[in-house]
């Protein structure tokens, strides 16, 4: 995920248990580490996302830009996988 992810990410207004603090992702980061991952899983996961409006893959681009490139894919393979992702008709 990009670097500053925390920054973003929303606190449950739940309590899950006493001592336990859950953080969750943006919709986008948790795209962004799924698209690094780009299990065959992964590619239906978001390509559905993105079909359904559930993820911007325009601050997506912006956000990849972020990602520490040594635990991830080089810059124009994510944006590559961001396109595909974009175009949920093509396989």
Request: some cysteine.
């Amino acid at each position: 995920m990009p670097t500053d992810w925390t920054d973003r990410a929303k606190a449950p207004t739940f309590q899950i248990s006493k001592g336990y603090t859950v953080t969750c992702p943006s919709e986008e980061d948790l795209a962004l580490a799924k698209l690094c991952a780009w299990r065959d899983k992964d590619k239906v996961w978001l390509k559905e996302c993105s079909r359904l409006g559930i993820i911007d893959t325009g601050k997506m681009k912006e956000l990849g830009k972020r990602i520490d490139p040594l635990k991830a894919p080089p810059i124009d393979e994510i944006m590559r996988r961001i396109e595909f992702i974009s175009h949920p008709t093509k396989r």
